[in-house]
């Protein structure tokens, strides 16, 4: 899966390896191919190797060992200068001493335009983040979101083929981190520019990503759109990382084809799709997301079913979060919807609640 | 604040106008009382320092500014005489009654061991007049009058009318002479104010070369204190510690032994001399003079004020984030242009407080010059020391002075004005 077919990627990560004290890998043997006009999100938790994998590609950082290409060439040996990539710091990292325009200014004249083509780009590149009226301000003369916008202003003033973001959204209130998410969205899209955006939330991640690298212990876990990797993740970090999910282990009793038998620690038998599994006898986790478990009320008879007792009840507005005992697990969500006809349960009750074998994913231990 | 206070709810309380507690007492009264007592307590807090501050520091100081001016010998001592003086052309020596007054102050003087004073004081003026003064004043008791004469046979200088105009100059409360003299001018014959001959010229000179040297050693701490910052403000911490302790270690030891040191190494006898000396790079005939001059100073100088412009600049460049300049590389800079146009205007602040401080420290600078200075390499403090210490004349050593702080005081201006920011230290 980590290699992706295409006959011709803008950025390519080859067999890539990084690390600072000689002693452990950062990022280890990373594959990667972005193609040109995509907008790419490495997620993963912190220590996880995704901004080492930026830092290389802006170079910043030297890989130990592998290569990086842009545009089919090798970029181990550009300095960072001569890479023309534009990027977004997660500090912004506007200069404190030059205005707004000067700011902007700064690449077009360390690429030694004329003034009058300066004027006029720096007013382009304002006006496309809604920033004109700011031009002759510092940088600490504005709000946090002004500077964001400033910064991506001045990533792309000089018409970067290729922008990279660190966790530019980070310092950001939540509204505004979610007006900004479509903001640079719907840049990338105006400007078809190839984008490579580094973040911890997968909010984030998954609002603006055409597809997201999912990194965990300097290895990218999976690399899929956002529907596919919230439906269908393929181990059981990326299942408990990406969304909620629940999360029960077992012991695989018996194969059928695609499906699996797997016995859990209490004795219940759960039917499930078989992903990352082997063969019986192997350990494995299921996973299963809350919104698929479901009260039965006679009329559906999925695959599995089992009995429940009710824990805890949280009304949430839209749906009630619902913690059940389910197959000798105490924290198994359910979300029950807040609808006209659903039924009213009550703490302590014992329901039936059951799932189809195709949403319960049987990944590795 | 306005806008708010007219669109008050109903649920604010108002009274005329204006905001006010709940039990109806005004807003700005109530919030005084409040921190009425968090302010006594803060000043008590701080009083020990400040009453030690005016005790030792500004008490002293208007003290000397007040002795640079100050003038009271004469007027106490010679009372009669500058009376007697009102009628006196100013032109040749005077007429008998002046002389009268005159014979009955040092009567009076001499019975209060007063004569001495008077005679350092007027000797300041003209150098004969001290022993004009001691010896005449031992034989008035014996005058009998008319007294012109006698006095003119006593001493020489009386038949001077320069000691007379004198007497009437300085016969006043405050004086300009201090001043005068630290500004290496005199009075003239006929008393307007005139420049000295160039080769008797000694404290503006001195002035003029303290803030040469000032600005030698102020270069040269800003040049080799810029990069010992940088490196401690970006090499990992272990490493950065062993160079803050090399930085601070001049700190710790005593002046004396640092100076000793410079002696070793600097004399014509010394490391450096004989090294050079032994590799063949000079003969024994020529060996520098590295001390007793005025590189001895600037060397011995720039090295222990070297921390006063390193500490500010590292305090500075370490809040200086390196992603300032990764933007700047990234945004198409080589590093000598990122450097440059991002991280050096960033670190203005820091040579700036540095550069005030090295400056402001080094014109006032005593010991070292004393110490290795010799004649070429002394600095005004150490001609201020002298006037305190050898020569006693105090008043001119507190003019020098007062000029000293006062330069300091428009140099710290300037900056602000320039820089417009607070000395940031540490």
Redesign the interface.
């Known amino acids: 899966m980590e290699h992706v077919d295409n006959s011709d990627p803008y950025v390519v990560f080859d067999r890539v390896q990084k690390t600072y004290d000689g002693e452990e890998l950062v990022v280890k043997d990373l594959n990667l191919a972005i193609d040109k006009g995509e907008f790419l999100t490495m997620l993963g938790p912190s220590g996880s190797g995704k901004t080492t994998c930026l830092m290389m590609l ?3 950082e030297t890989a130990t060992f592998g290569e990086i290409l842009i545009d089919g060439k090798p970029i181990n040996n550009i ?9 977004v ?3 912004y ?1 506007l ?3 030059m205005t707004i325009g000067e700011n902007l200014g ?2 077009l004249e ?2 030694g335009m004329g003034k009058s083509e300066r004027e006029e780009k720096i007013k382009r590149a304002l006006a496309m983040v809604q920033m004109e009226n700011f031009i002759g301000r510092r940088p600490a003369q504005l709000s946090g979101g002004q500077q964001q916008r400033v910064a991506l202003a ?2 792309l003033v ?1 018409e970067p083929e290729l922008v ?1 973001m660190d966790e530019p959204l980070g310092a950001l209130d939540k509204n505004l981190r979610e007006s900004m998410q479509y903001e640079i969205k719907h840049l990338h899209e105006q400007l078809g520019v190839t984008v490579v955006y580094v973040t911890h939330d997968q909010t984030e991640a998954l609002t603006m990503s055409d597809r997201i690298a999912v990194f965990d212990d300097g290895r990218i876990q999976q690399l899929a759109k956002p529907a596919d990797l919230y439906e269908r993740p393929e181990n059981a970090f990326v299942a408990q990382f990406i969304g909620e999910n629940n999360k029960m282990n077992g012991t695989v009793e018996a194969v059928n084809g695609d499906y699996a038998d797997v016995k859990l620690a209490d004795g219940s038998l759960v039917k499930a799709l078989r992903v990352n599994v082997g063969d019986v006898g192997e350990r494995t986790t299921l996973s299963l997301r809350p919104e698929r478990a479901f009260m039965i009320d006679g009329k559906a008879t999925p695959e599995n079913s089992f009995e429940a007792r009710v824990e805890e009840l949280i009304y949430l507005g839209d749906h009630i979060r619902s913690r059940l005992s389910i197959c000798g697990t105490s924290d198994f969500i359910m979300k029950l919807p807040n609808a006209a006809d659903q039924h009213i349960v009550s703490e302590g009750q014992s329901i039936r609640v059951g799932w189809s074998q195709e949403d319960c994913r049987a990944l590795d231990a | 604040m306005q806008q708010s206070a007219s669109e008050a709810s109903p649920n604010d309380h108002m009274r005329d106008g204006k905001l006010v507690t709940a039990d109806g007492r005004p807003l700005k009264a109530s919030l005084k009382t409040a921190e009425r007592r968090r302010k006594i307590i803060a000043f008590a807090f701080v009083s020990p320092l400040l009453l030690f501050l005016i005790v030792s520091f500004i008490v002293p100081i208007g003290q000397m500014m007040w002795r640079s001016v100050d003038n009271p010998t004469i007027i106490n001592t010679l009372p009669r005489t500058l009376e007697a003086m009102q009628d006196w052309d100013g032109q040749d020596v005077p007429d008998e009654p002046v002389f009268a007054a005159l014979r009955e102050d040092l009567a009076i003087a001499q019975e209060n061991r007063r004569v001495g004073p008077l005679a350092v004081r007027l000797n300041y003026e003209i150098s004969a007049a001290r022993g004009a003064f001691t010896r005449t004043a031992r034989t008035v008791a014996d005058m009998e009058p008319p007294y012109k004469e006698q006095f003119l046979d006593a001493h020489r200088l009386w038949g001077n009318p320069d000691i007379y105009q004198i007497i009437k100059r300085e016969g006043r409360p405050l004086t300009a002479s201090y001043y005068v003299a630290a500004t290496d001018r005199r009075y003239a014959a006929d008393g307007s104010i005139e420049m000295r001959a160039e080769h008797q010229r000694i404290y503006m000179n001195l002035f003029g070369r303290t803030f040469a040297m000032s600005a030698v050693i102020l270069v040269l701490t800003m040049l080799l204190g810029f990069p010992i910052a940088f490196w401690m403000a970006h090499l990992p911490m272990r490493y950065a510690n062993l160079l803050m302790i090399m930085v601070l270690l001049p700190f710790w030891t005593s002046l004396l032994v640092r100076t000793t040191s410079w002696i070793v190494l600097l004399q014509q006898q010394g490391v450096i001399n004989s090294s050079l000396v032994n590799l063949g790079i000079i003969d024994t005939g020529n060996r520098l003079s590295l001390m007793y001059n005025m590189t001895g100073t600037i060397i011995a100088m720039t090295h222990i004020l070297l921390p006063f412009m390193v500490l500010p600049l590292y305090s500075v460049m370490k809040t200086i ?1 390196p ?2 300049l ?10 000598w ?2 450097f440059w ?2 991280y050096v ?2 670190t ?1 602040p820091g040579i700036g407080a540095g550069g005030v401080l090295v400056f402001i420290i080094s014109i006032g600078y005593y010991i070292t010059p004393a110490l290795v200075g010799g004649q070429s390499g002394r600095m005004i403090s150490n001609m201020i020391a002298y006037h305190m210490q050898t020569s006693l004349n105090w008043g001119l050593a507190a003019a020098l002075g007062s000029m000293l702080l006062i330069s300091v005081l428009i140099l710290y201006w300037a900056y602000n004005k320039l820089v417009g920011a607070d000395i940031k230290l540490g």
């Open positions: 802006a170079g910043f300095p960072p200068h001569k890479r023309g990539i534009g990027m710091f997660q500090n990292a200069f404190p001493h700064f690449p360390v690429r001045r990533a000089f990279l | 984030p992603s300032y990764r933007a700047a590389r990234s945004l198409g800079a080589n590093n242009t990122a146009r991002v205007p960033q203005l």
